[in-house]
């Protein structure tokens, strides 16, 4: 159970594409999406939190303009990078919890690998 | 926000002898703390974790023990194998940062057979 499907786990764009990556709670209701990034031989850097219905609240540092973050329904959760240039290349990896507690594992998908050229 | 350390930053082990990653946090409020493991390329993934309530716990070669009056938690691996070969992260969450984790550095595990 708990599994998160994220798509699409690798994108190739030139510069000044926008592009869009869904998160998906395939087998429960995520109450809470998490968006990181996560460089090369570094660890995840939380992005974002998204609650269904209601504005994402991102981390500091974080341009909301340039990653929009959309969560509809409790199933799906999604980012967009817009005019995506070669430093926003990285790993994006989503996460999920059930329930209302804090203290719930994350469920994460498998991450999706964009290259900007 | 929660200040999150992680020792040591590199673990290189025989296999069969035992690993011990160190993880030292801020926030005193923090009520979960999970371990997670990843592999080159691949998502993390939950291997074991414990509430505020319990002092230790196990599964099979890997425990978990957290001390909240000294703000640290300690992952343990047994009987190490070149399957355990990977970095593993602690992710305290909750308290005064409103159900989030903060990642630890990661420690990068080698297990030579």
């Known amino acids: 159970g708990a599994v998160v499907s994220q798509h699409p786990s690798w994108v190739i764009c030139k510069s000044g594409t926008s592009v869009k990556i869904e998160c998906r709670s395939l087998d429960f209701q995520a109450t809470t999406m998490f968006w990181y990034r996560q460089f090369p031989k570094q660890s995840l850097m939380l992005m974002a939190t998204s609650n269904e219905g209601s504005k994402a609240t991102y981390e500091q540092g974080v341009e909301k303009d340039k990653f929009l973050i959309n969560h509809a329904s409790l199933t799906l959760s999604t980012l967009t990078v817009t005019s995506a240039h070669p430093e926003d290349s990285s790993f994006y990896i989503c996460?999920?919890?059930?329930?209302?507690?804090?203290?719930?594992?994350?469920?994460f998908g498998d991450g999706t690998r964009l290259s900007i050229l | 926000g929660e200040n999150v350390e992680q020792h040591p930053s590199t673990l290189s082990v025989q296999e069969g002898d035992s690993a011990v990653i160190k993880c030292t946090y801020s926030?005193?409020?923090?009520?979960?703390f999970p371990w997670y493991k990843q592999e080159l390329g691949k998502r993390p993934q939950l291997i074991i974790d414990i509430r505020s309530n319990v002092g230790e716990k196990k599964d099979q070669r890997i425990a978990v023990t957290l001390n909240k009056t000294a703000k640290h938690f300690s992952l343990h691996i047994t009987e190490t194998q070149p399957e355990d070969s990977a970095v593993y992260f602690c992710a305290p969450h909750g308290g005064t940062n409103a159900g989030k984790s903060t990642f630890g550095d990661g420690t990068t595990l080698t297990v030579k057979p």
């Open positions: 996460s999920a919890t059930t329930g209302t507690r804090s203290n719930q594992p994350q469920h």
């Open positions: 926030d005193s409020a923090s009520n979960y």
